[in-house]
């Protein structure tokens, strides 16, 4: 076990300056906390956002703030109070730590808790460190068939299993999800785990689509930016029809079968959001989860007349356990989303940030640091010190 005397962060002080260096823990630990050794933590498109902005909305990175949210590691200390977990216990750490005091919190809503304290988001430091104190609660110990890099992809997981409550899917339903990024793809996975008889994915990378193909069996459709959304949506209603039927129908075959009963959109921009209005199923549900628009118009007339459901889809609550048995059981494969890998190092952090900012040229669909490379390097050092 590293020394946590040593602990290494990586730390955002502004744009384009992150940094890594020394951390200091807090002396002694919480009551109600453990100390985590890092394992793994992977790259969020938030992360890279904070790293090229400085902000997202009103989150302003004023003062150093460490990255990281999505991670997992080796509990390495117990604070008092802790008794469901100990010294050695491989855990998935949740980064969202609400107040539990407010309405939302005590109904179960706590990630809408206006006073949640959410790894890397100004000004709660996040998780990209060797070491890590967070809440036992919030930390939750993995099965011997789940591995601590897919421990840490119980993060982004959450949200599609988020998204998937939120619209109710199940068998029965047709699903059409808008994006095939890591959100896309979690969301495609969690759909098809949740039993939807037919799944299509969109997207305007055909890149991103061969690899929800490949990966996932997906039914995919290629789209373009220029594409009005009346084109969008009936393109988006002929693939679903060819999947419930087997074969391609002309444009005047579409029936029923193609209208689909849920829209989960993971894009967030007029096209996408006006197209799930038009092409989801009367009485059927939209859920946003995508925000690449702040503002947005709707057919709101259509939206009205077809009494569709329009739903938020913010973060995550009370899915890590869930995660972990979809993970466990097979019911759904986040590894080969992990497409790029890098050491926890300065060179390594500048390179896998590089890397996941530039995903159109790297093909990156999730970037993760290995921390345990590290820390087992640094105790080789340290044993060849003692030696000499």
């Known amino acids: ?41 992977g790259i969020c498109g938030s992360d890279v956002h904070y790293l090229q902005h400085g902000r997202i909305g009103d989150f302003v990175v004023d003062a150093p703030m460490v990255i990281g949210h999505e991670s997992s ?11 469901r ?81 939120r619209a109710q899917v199940q068998p029965g339903k047709s699903v059409a999800v808008l994006g095939a990024g890591p959100i896309g793809l979690v969301v495609l996975m969690c759909a098809q785990a949740f ?16 690899f929800a193909a490949q990966h996932y069996a997906a039914t995919t459709l290629l789209t373009t930016p220029q594409q009005t959304p009346s084109d969008l949506a009936q393109q988006l209603q002929h693939t679903l029809a060819a999947a419930a039927a087997g074969a391609d129908p002309t444009p ?12 989960i959109d993971c894009v967030g921009v007029q096209q996408t959001l006006e197209a799930a209005v038009r092409a989801v199923a009367p009485g059927g549900k939209i859920v946003l989860v995508g925000m690449g628009s702040d503002q947005l ?54 390179e896998g940030f590089d890397t996941a900012a530039r995903a159109a040229q790297t093909g990156a669909i999730k970037v993760m640091f290995d921390l345990q490379q590290q ?4 105790q080789e050092e340290e044993e060849e010190v003692r030696e000499q």
Not at 25 to 30: Q, V
Not at 73 to 83: E, I, N, S
Not at 103 to 123: M, S, V
Not at 139 to 165: D, F, N
């Open 1 to 41: 076990m590293a020394d946590p005397d040593s602990n290494t962060a990586a730390v955002l002080y502004g744009i384009n300056d992150l940094r890594v260096h020394q951390w200091e823990l807090p002396k002694e630990l919480a009551a109600g906390h453990v100390r985590v050794q890092m394992s793994n933590v």
């Open 73 to 83: 590691g080796v509990v390495a200390a117990v604070g008092p109070g802790v008794t």
């Open 85 to 165: 977990l100990a010294v050695g216990d491989r855990v998935a750490l949740e980064p969202g730590a609400p107040c539990w005091h407010c309405k939302a919190a005590r109904e179960g809503r706590y990630n809408l808790d206006p006073d949640i304290q959410f790894f890397a988001t100004p000004p709660v430091h996040g998780s990209l460190a060797s070491f890590v104190d967070h809440p036992a609660e919030l930390c939750y110990k993995l099965p011997a068939s789940v591995t601590l890099e897919e421990g840490a992809m119980c993060e982004p997981l959450s949200v599609g299993v988020h998204a998937c409550r």
């Open 195 to 210: 039993g939807a008889d037919q799944v299509v994915i969109t997207d305007v990378r055909q890149s991103c689509l061969n």
């Open 252 to 263: 005047a075959a579409a029936t029923a079968a193609g209208v689909p009963d849920i829209v």
């Open 297 to 350: 118009q709707l057919p709101a007339t259509l939206l009205t007349c077809k009494e569709v459901d329009l739903l938020g889809s913010f973060r995550y609550c009370n899915t890590y356990p869930l995660c972990i048995s979809l993970i466990a059981s097979k019911r759904v494969h986040v590894a080969p989303m992990i497409t790029h890998r890098f050491p926890f190092s300065a060179a390594g952090v500048a």
């Open 375 to 378: 820390q087992q390097q640094q």
